[in-house]
């Protein structure tokens, strides 16, 4: 049941934080690849990667950042591909992207895996049989169009997105997922209370905010004394609106991120039993790439490893996905890779 103070709570931040100057674009390409997908009786995803940003000035020199590289997003759109979904892939600019994310954000360039024969551009025998693989089925999703890239730097820019891509997803009914493993930041700084320049060391040349209708609220950044004060309000917890207003009908799959072990698997089954959804998949910082767990009010609590042998640096992503005994995945977790 849509809950009347999350539906306060969401006019009240689009109306006061201002959509990004793409987004009717972005609302276009995603109208037509939803459209088209919907038409063909597809399963579409909408996968999230990477961490957003929290500027603390308007014209933003600093702000703060939250931890993802985007290799669980970037990996498991492959996965959602592999399976003949259609995805949407909204992730954090620069973030790793799927199929070109085993050759880049890597300490060797990609440049190290070719070489010059004969006036020619040649890849390296050794990398030969892995670059075809990836590049194969690139060019099989780009041809049949599954692959719809979008992108977001901060908090407000990713919650326009999401709640448009939703809303627009919403008709596809169970046959839309959500599988929102970006790093939503919880805290930020209200435009209206966001100094306008970059914040200085010294409060000599401190600012302050001008606001349109008489009421001075004071900036959430400032400095006192050699003290940099930042004063952060709470995210709406837009999941709330996702599962009851913007795709009621969909298939709703969140990720938790801790670092303290004992509190992990309370936290995933909170955010169940809060936001009702379908899946919580929790993982820890330290041991994410190879081990998770699965909250679902199904079939409990499930944690999925990836076996010692094959915790290979070169592994990357979601190993529930992948299924040890799928070898075109096995082959595809030891292609090179980032991280
Ligand atoms: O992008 P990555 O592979 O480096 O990390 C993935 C992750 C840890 C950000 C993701 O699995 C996750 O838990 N996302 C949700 C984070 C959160 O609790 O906000």
Redesign the pocket.
């Known amino acids: 049941m849509a809950d009347p103070s999350s539906q306060q709570d969401e006019r009240d931040y689009f109306a006061n934080e201002p959509p990004p100057k793409d987004l009717q674009a972005n609302v276009t390409l995603a109208r037509e690849f939803i459209d088209r997908h919907g038409a063909a009786c597809r399963r579409l995803v909408l996968v999230t990667?990477?961490?957003t940003t929290v500027p603390l000035e308007a014209q933003t020199v600093r702000y703060i950042d939250?931890?993802?590289?985007?290799?669980?997003?970037?990996?498991s759109a492959e996965f959602f591909l592999r399976q003949g979904y259609a995805v949407i892939f909204l992730h954090r600019q620069y973030?790793?992207l799927p199929y070109s994310r085993h050759y880049s954000h890597n300490t060797r360039s990609f440049l190290d895996f070719m070489r010059e024969e004969d006036g020619r551009v040649v890849v390296d025998e050794q990398h030969q049989a892995n670059m075809l693989d990836v590049l194969r089925q690139y060019t099989h999703v780009k041809r049949d169009g599954r692959l719809l890239i979008l992108s977001f730097v901060t908090i407000t820019e990713y919650l326009w997105a999401l709640r448009e891509v939703a809303q627009l997803m919403r008709p596809l009914g169970p046959r839309a997922m959500f599988y929102?493993?970006?790093?939503?930041s919880?805290f930020f700084v209200p435009r209206d209370r966001m100094v306008e320049h970059k914040i200085q060391s010294n409060d000599e040349f401190s600012q302050s905010l001008e606001p349109a209708d008489g009421t001075v609220l004071p900036p959430a950044t400032r400095t006192e004394g050699r003290k940099l004060v930042i004063d952060l309000e709470p995210v709406p917890k837009f999941l709330k609106q996702l599962v009851d207003g913007w795709a009621p009908d969909g298939i709703i799959v969140?990720?938790?991120?801790?670092t303290d072990p004992s509190i992990l698997v309370k936290k995933a089954r909170y955010a169940l039993d809060k936001y009702s959804h379908h899946l919580v998949?929790?993982?820890l910082?330290s041991t994410?790439?190879w081990e998770?767990v699965f909250v679902s009010r199904l079939d409990g609590e499930k944690w999925i490893r990836v076996p010692e042998h094959r915790r290979t640096k070169s592994f990357?992503?979601v190993p529930s996905l992948v299924g040890s005994a799928d070898p075109a995945a096995k082959q595809h977790q030891s292609a090179p890779s980032q991280?």
């Open positions: 990667s990477g961490g939250n931890f993802s590289a985007g290799t669980r997003g970037a990996t973030s790793l929102l493993a970006a790093a939503v919880d969140s990720f938790k991120l801790e998949i929790g993982n910082l994410r790439k998770v990357s992503g991280s």
